[in-house]
């Protein structure tokens, strides 16, 4: 299939993903805000350290509070990752292939950027903050479902799940970053009521807290950490994508002999041999930010490798 195609159809299906993440992370943000007791340090500014954009936050807003972090990562056009400014690129690559798409994707695409664009619009927050996000989360379900149930699983809809699955497995391991940022009052409390929230939290951020606990009974960090990133059957843990960006990869080869597709199929294998033969109790040994921070590193070079085999 054409690159210009294959490449508009991952993005739009990356920027889907994207918009959808943030608005959870702001949405489980707000409600962590209200359970946790006075005195201990808002989440807000690790939420902005996590998606590694502290300067830009900073450039243009004086104090990481509820109302400017929301604004920043939901309503800002000038951050090129906000809800408003994803969900803009995810229909404008819409738009140069609607071709390969189906009227009702295209419609949902659009009707999810008008809900979002009149909000930016009215220059408030919404009444609602908590349901403002959950709608965008309940329409992004949506979208990805259309895209599912109305693509033919050819070529095309490959590049797109390849690009829903990247960007889920970066933004997995970033939001458990945030665990990294977010300063406990004591050593004292580690184990404590208060450190179950945080990482409860997280679970309920990637909507893994049931799946999780179908495993464990017990909050703790290891058994979160090993389900963020290493498990194998849940759809947003950074193994669960890596590997099946493995399968589209393949699939998208299919019988070619053609030795392009080489690099990206030996970057994942690399990383997948990474994740196979570590545990939680290594990476939490390790130190659990510079494992993630470094995970985000291969996930970006399996980007690279998609672009340059088939972008370009």
Request: aromatic letters at 10%; proline letters at 3%; hydrophobic letters at 40%.
């Amino acid at each position: 299939m054409l690159s210009r195609v294959a490449e508009s159809i991952f993005w739009m299906a990356r920027y889907i993903e994207r918009a959808e993440n943030t608005a959870r992370f702001v949405e489980v943000t707000l409600n962590l805000v209200l359970d946790q007791p006075m005195g201990v340090d808002q989440p807000w500014r690790p939420l902005i350290n996590a998606t590694g954009d502290d300067a830009a936050f900073d450039k243009s807003y004086r104090v990481a509070d509820a109302e400017s972090v929301t604004r920043f990562l939901a309503f800002d056009k000038t951050y090129p990752n906000s809800v408003i400014r994803t969900l803009r690129s995810a229909r404008e690559n819409a738009r140069s292939v609607r071709e390969s798409l189906s009227s009702e994707a295209f419609e949902q695409i659009n009707t999810l950027y008008h809900f979002v664009d009149a909000a930016a619009r009215a220059g408030s927050q919404p009444d609602s903050a908590t349901e403002f996000f959950d709608v965008i989360r309940h329409h992004c379900h949506l979208l990805t479902g259309i895209l599912d149930a109305t693509m033919s699983h050819d070529q095309a809809w490959q590049f797109a799940n390849m690009g829903r699955l990247l960007e889920r497995a970066d933004k997995t391991s970033r939001i458990l970053d945030v665990k990294y940022f977010t300063l406990l009052p004591s050593v004292d409390s580690v184990g404590t009521a208060l450190d179950d929230l945080q990482w409860s939290s997280l679970l309920f951020s990637i909507s893994g807290f049931e799946a999780y606990r179908r495993h464990h009974h017990m909050i703790r960090s290891e058994s979160v950490v090993d389900f963020f990133l290493l498990h194998p059957e849940f759809p947003r843990s950074v193994l669960f994508c890596i590997e099946n960006i493995q399968s589209s990869l393949a699939a998208i080869r299919g019988k070619s002999t053609d030795r392009r597709h080489k690099k990206p199929a030996s970057q994942v294998t690399a990383v997948l041999k990474r994740l196979h033969t570590t545990t939680a109790k290594d990476i939490l040994a390790f130190g659990l930010h510079q494992f993630v921070d470094s995970l985000q590193g291969d996930m970006n070079r399996i980007g690279d490798r998609i672009s340059e085999t088939y972008f370009r």
